[in-house]
């Protein structure tokens, strides 16, 4: 990867983890998801 990407990159990341800390009281602490919810939508494998 060339430097200037990295930088590029590299500087949205940080900027997204300055935005997230500096609104992480909005934030909502638990899952919006029930228990199983998200295993459901993967699809049947069979053995």
Known sequence: ????????YGHEMIDFIADYIDNVESKPVLAKVNPGEIKENFPKVRQ
């Open 1 to 8: 990867m060339p430097i200037s990407e990295f930088r590029k």
